[in-house]
């Protein structure tokens, strides 16, 4: 069975950093890209980044592109999604995600780590 | 960057009805198209993907269809368990990947 196991959100103040972290297990990790997909408090789902099998290639939406950067070690089974310069709107739960196939992603979703931005 | 729409923004329905959410994309994107609902305080669940098939375990009242750039969910008949907010997601656009907005489906 597909687990995926974020952790590392919490409150932080405006302008500072975090870096989350996803453990997975029941897959080959090192087959498969991986994403982030975050929530904000009574928002929609937002793309925030996706990285290829071996990190070599890394996506973000527009707007994060330069503050958040993805990476992963495919000997420690992990994802992870570091975030600096935070702001009030990157507040958000943080998705992540598994892309099963370039066809069919985001079939299988961790429960989130919640990233709260405040003074 | 290819922009979603989706339409209805929300919608009230009755358990039986048939249910019609369409999500238009800003270019051609092909049939890279999924699907997802979320209930409130739970993880999305992918119901489509490849704009037509459907997820293994989701209910056979639920089917897409489109291509390009119109797509439509359809719910051919509602169930208690339907309602919830459903997003769009477009997977084609290299290198970024767009949601919908999301369309919630409330009780009448």
């Known amino acids: 069975e597909v687990q995926l196991l974020e952790s590392g959100g919490d409150l932080v103040q405006p302008g500072g950093s975090l870096r989350l972290s996803c453990v997975t297990s029941?897959?080959?990790?090192?087959?498969?890209?991986m994403g982030w997909v975050r929530q904000a408090p009574g928002k929609g789902l937002e793309w925030v980044a996706n990285?290829?099998?071996?990190?070599?290639?890394?996506f973000y939406v527009g707007s994060l592109r330069g503050r958040f950067s993805i990476s992963r070690d495919n000997a420690k089974d992990s994802l992870y999604l570091q975030m600096n310069s935070l702001r009030a709107e990157d507040a958000a739960l943080y998705y992540c995600v598994m892309i099963n196939s370039d066809f069919a992603p985001f079939e299988s979703w961790g429960q989130g780590t919640l990233v709260t931005v405040s003074s | 960057d290819i922009q979603m729409t989706q339409s209805p923004s929300a919608m009230s329905a009755s358990v039986g009805d048939r249910v019609t959410i369409t999500c238009r994309a800003s270019q051609d994107i092909s049939n890279y198209l999924a699907w997802f609902q979320q209930k409130p305080g739970k993880v999305p669940k992918r119901l489509i993907y490849?704009?037509?098939n459907l997820q293994s375990g989701v209910p056979s009242r639920f089917s897409g269809s489109g291509s390009g750039t119109e797509f439509t969910l359809t719910i051919s008949s509602l169930q208690p368990e339907d309602f919830a907010t459903y997003y769009c997601?477009?997977?084609?656009?290299?290198?970024?990947?767009?949601f919908g907005p999301g369309t919630k489906v409330e009780i009448k």
């Open positions: 997601l477009q997977h084609n656009g290299h290198p970024t990947w767009t």
């Open positions: 490849g704009a037509s």
């Open positions: 990285i290829d099998r071996d990190g070599s290639g890394t």
């Open positions: 029941g897959f080959t990790f090192s087959d498969f890209r």
